[in-house]
């Protein structure tokens, strides 16, 4: 089994309505992110957790809510969905310790009509 | 968080050796350089990550230069599959969060 998963892994929605996307992992890592990837551009990160307690603002949170329900379980919320948040979302984890190294889900394909 | 400049892309051939140079002029102390490789449709997977002199595994080499303003990702012997996006970042490493910032990567496609 996966060790980052991700759920749904693709999802079409209309303006205005509420996504919920959710990531869990398996790996017992305290730290957490969620990025979105435009069509040919790199990933921009969305926010980040260093444990249950901790949420964290990235480069572009405006327009998204996180939850840590659990230190494996990280979900991402769209409130009012809109076009320009049509993308390819990805969860990530990484471990304190070592060298840092994240490790990413399959991602959560998202478009917004 | 250091800005990086890698090149677009990059072709090679099957069994060559593939190296790709990310410039980071502003890098500051405690940032280490770290690559990652993305396959279409696929989440980033780490290659390796350095602070400095060079580092291997049994995947690529990264040279990193004294002045650490730039680094160098070395692919031995490419094969088709490693036809990929390969995105160098520059940050603090896990006592900052490992927060990372990917640029625009670099594209390299191997041919046979």
């Known amino acids: 089994d996966a060790d980052v998963t991700q759920t749904p892994r693709n999802r079409i929605t209309k303006t205005g309505k509420r996504i919920m996307l959710e990531c869990s992992q398996t790996k017992g890592h305290d730290r957490m992110y969620w990025y979105r990837q435009d069509p040919g551009l790199g990933l921009r990160l969305i926010y980040y957790s260093f444990d249950v307690k901790d949420i964290n603002k990235g480069e572009i949170s405006d327009g998204y809510s996180v939850s840590r329900q659990a230190q494996a379980k990280f979900s991402l919320s769209l409130e009012s969905a809109i076009p320009n948040q049509t993308a390819l979302y990805f969860c990530?984890?990484?471990?304190?310790?070592?060298?840092?190294?994240?490790?990413f889900g399959p991602g959560t394909r998202l478009t917004v009509l | 968080l250091a800005k990086t400049t890698q090149p677009i892309s990059m072709d090679s051939y099957e069994g060559q050796e593939v190296n790709i140079t990310c410039s980071h002029n502003n890098i500051a102390t405690n940032d280490y350089i770290t690559w990652y490789q993305q396959f279409p449709s696929q989440g980033p997977r780490f290659i390796i990550q350095?602070?400095?002199t060079k580092v291997t595994n049994e995947v690529a080499s990264l040279f990193i230069p004294a002045d650490r303003k730039s680094s160098t990702l070395s692919l031995p012997r490419v094969s088709l599959s490693d036809t990929a996006v390969y995105y160098c970042?520059?940050?603090?490493?896990?006592?900052?969060?490992?927060?990372?910032?990917f640029g625009g990567g670099t594209r390299v496609l191997v041919k046979p």
């Open positions: 350095g602070y400095k």
């Open positions: 970042l520059v940050g603090a490493g896990p006592a900052a969060g490992n927060k990372l910032t």
């Open positions: 990530a984890t990484s471990d304190f310790e070592g060298l840092g190294e994240q490790f």
